[in-house]
């Protein structure tokens, strides 16, 4: 017989099946029974399937989530005051204390009760030892994780969090433009809707294109204040801004499409030569996902669309154009200077973009040497622990289009099948384990 584990009065709980994540468990061995508290239990007409919600602390709004499941039995109870219902009880798996068991678990609802869920002595024989003294098992690797993201039903988002509560994390999605900074002499504060963020060990930024100058001064202030940052505030402004990225590339001699910036020319002509003639590629600086880019296939069009851009007043970056590349790109996903995940990108026929976000497709894919040293060197010059390097491939070998330090989770995800969230997740892990908790301050820098 396996060895008895020890558990505390109150534990955490996983429904792996049910997309349920750190419920809140009082083990009770005055319980026959696993009880879930939750509320609009209704049974369908054959009896055979049962509806139930319950509050979901994995779900980002902390919503009541339905949920349908069979019917595992029915049976009259006797409740702590005296009363007597008739119980519905559903068979489940659950993870507790790491560990996974298949057991069955009655519905009831009780809205006064603390704890949605009741670990019953029953399902405690034979498996656990109580110990009164210890209020949980969960040890002291426990990080606080704010994710900092406009959107907490975007992919990449819940991943993130659900990734941290598998991690036993106390985690929360912070709408950064609902913060503001306290700043003075010696006391440097981050509110949120009213109330002070305290004690958070580390923070995900999730910095929307548009909200760069907002969002970063929210990191920036997280940095001051000795908080781990997963990318620091430097490095994702570094990384927004094209023309600076480039400049910062190039003087690491880092392969690259050759670029010119201009903001206003006298003689267009010159400049499209400079950059070897058409076809040649035009993009805005403030472009994301293949918007503001423009393939100018003639002399005549890229003259055209510069004179155009160039009177409206808009910065540009003038690119060569890789015809071998025929569409495609390839996106490594870098964390903590390990690529974890590449795929290749391609476009829908007729159109030389390849972001998946315009219909392209992705499929893994492995990478050469040569690739994969390019983009781990990539990551590390601009400074991001966890980026997104996008390269193409030429006869010249792989050249750097953008390095990205918001990189989308569902596309990388979806065409590798890696747990890229997870892997994240084992780099704050191993990285708050070190002695060097924090990241150096280079907000100056």
Known sequence: MAAKKIIGRFE?????????????????TGADNNAIHCHEITLSKDEKTVSFKL?????LDYNEKLFTMPVYRMRWVKSSNGDREHRVYIKAKITVMGEHYETEISLTDRSNMTYPMLLGRKFLHNRFVVDVSKQSSVSGGRFKVAVLSLGPDLYSTRRLYQAAK????????????????????GNLKIHYNGRELKDVDVIIP???ASRTFFGTAVVRQFELMNVFTVNSSLAITRSRDKLRSHQILAKHELNMPKTIYATKVGDVDDLIASIGGAPLIIKMLEGTQGVGVVLAETQKAAKSVLE????????????????EAKGADIRAFVVGGKVVAAMKRQGVEGDFRSNIHRGGSAHPIKLSRTEKNLAIQAAKVMGLDVAGVDMIQSDRGPLLMEVNSSPGLEGIEAATGIDVAGKIMDFIEGSMSTTQLRKKDTVGA
């Open 166 to 185: 598998q991690k036993g994390w106390d985690v929360e999605v912070i709408n950064y433009l609902h913060c503001y900074a306290t700043i003075e002499k």
């Open 12 to 28: 955490k709980v996983d429904f792996p099946d049910l997309d349920l994540y750190l419920l809140d468990a009082k083990v009770d």
């Open 206 to 208: 999730r910095i929307g």
């Open 308 to 323: 155009a851009f160039y009177g409206l007043r808009v910065n540009l970056l003038v690119q060569e154009f890789i015809e």
């Open 55 to 59: 509050l979901d602390p994995s779900h």
